[in-house]
């Protein structure tokens, strides 16, 4: 047996668990790349970036809600969230109030266009179930056990 052959054979499991394509996270990211790749179109019909259609997705769930609140939703610091806030709030789809209770608390509603969108959102997820070429039972076990995975993760670095 040559040389290549003897190295080949004693490639510990510490060299197989450093290869690229062993990679949990890089799985998720990948995915998440062609995600947003198949998002793209469908997100640009509606006016929206993708974190703005996940705010967006929120805010259509609870209205006039705190920005803190949104924020842990979406796991999304203020200094990423407020950009995003005030570009949907450029696009006149969101509105930002103080709170007349606590003039430190800013509250995110939406606004009648906000609202509007909801309905042309509609075919967004019909569209990537097609694009998945996934049962909807299957996808639902697929996110069931990611965000286990990254509650396990949060768990662990205490959030």
């Not at 668990?17 to 997100?43: E, G």
């Not at 993708?50 to 609870?62: F, S």
């Not at 959102?121 to 639902?140: F, M, W």
Request: aromatic share 6%.
């Amino acid at each position: 047996m040559d040389s290549m052959g003897i190295m080949a054979r004693k490639q510990t499991a510490a060299d197989q668990a450093l290869r690229l394509d062993n990679q949990i996270c890089f799985a998720v990211y990948s995915t998440a790349h062609a995600f947003n790749r198949v998002y793209k179109p469908l997100l640009d019909r509606l006016g929206l970036t993708y974190p703005q259609y996940l705010v967006m997705l929120a805010l259509w769930e609870r209205d006039d809600v705190p920005v803190k609140d949104l924020g842990e939703r979406l796991f999304l610091d203020s200094g990423t969230l407020t950009p995003l806030l005030k570009r949907l709030e450029a696009a006149e789809l969101i509105k930002r109030t103080r709170s007349t209770e606590d003039e430190r608390v800013v509250l995110i509603a939406l606004t009648p266009q906000g609202h509007a969108l909801r309905e042309k959102a509609k075919a967004v997820p019909q569209s990537i179930l097609a694009a998945s070429d996934c049962t909807v039972g299957e996808l639902l076990a697929m996110k069931d056990e990611i965000v286990a995975l990254r509650d396990r993760l949060n768990a662990v670095l205490g959030e």
